[in-house]
Structure formats: C-alpha cells, structure tokens
Nanobody, 125 residues
Framework: QVQLVESGGDSVQPGGSLRLSCAASGDRFSAFHMAWFRQAPGKEREGVSWIHWSGGLTLYADSVKGRFTISRDNAKKILYLQMNTLKPEDTAMYYC??????????????????WGQGTQVTVSS
C-alpha cells in the first residue's frame, strides 16, 4: 500500500514552468510503476507520462512530449513532473498514480489502484 500527496501546482503564464512533486509514504514505492494523469473541467482524465519502477524507462503523451519530463527518486520516495513551455491547454488538475500491474507503459487510469488528491495547474495570461 502507498499514500500519495501531490504538490507544486500553481497559476503561471504561457511559456512558464512548474515542477510537480508526488511524495509517497509506505515501504514499497520503488516497487510501483508510476504515472501522471490530468483532468480538465468537462474532460476525461488522461495520461500524461509514465515511468518504470526503475526510473530508467519513460513515456509521454504526444501533447506534452518535449516539454514535460517525468522522473523519480526512489530513495526519497518522490515522483516529479517538470513542465516547461506551458500552454493554456495544459490547465488541469494533475494527479500522480501508482500501479501494481506488471506492465508500465501507457496504462489507462483503470490500472492504477493508488491516487493522490491532485494539484491544480492553471496556465493563463
């Protein structure tokens, strides 16, 4: 079992940057594949980025590729999402999630058992 708490959301102007963090409690953080999802008002939750438990494999949604970077520090039990060149369409509640599934790549939200409460990112001029 793992508890997840996101932080780092804020309001920024287009072109700005933010770094989201997801702090985990529990002993098995390094055993979980992790992901960031986001949900904008009136839209379905969508996967943004996925990372293997080792941190050595990562994937991104096409909409954020080249702008966002996912990483993890298993010793500190923290998941990160560095977001650069933010656009208004990045505005959403961002969630981190952990899965016990043996697969890790581009899983949908149904595969994730553990979720944080979310952190709001607003990109607006």
């Amino acid at each position: 079992q793992v508890q997840l708490v996101e932080s780092g959301g804020d309001s920024v102007q287009p072109g700005g940057s933010l770094r989201l963090s997801c702090a985990a409690s529990g002993d098995r953080f390094s055993a979980f594949h992790m992901a960031w999802f986001r949900q904008a008002p009136g839209k379905e939750r969508e996967g943004v980025s996925w990372i293997h438990w080792s941190g050595g494999l990562t994937l991104y949604a096409d909409s954020v590729k080249g702008r966002f970077t996912i990483s993890r520090d298993n010793a500190k039990k923290i998941l990160y999402l560095q977001m650069n060149t933010l656009k208004p369409e990045d505005t959403a509640m961002y969630y981190c999630a952990a899965t016990e599934d043996t697969r890790w790549a581009r899983l949908g939200s149904d595969a994730y058992k553990y979720w944080g409460q979310g952190t709001q990112v607003t990109v607006s001029s």
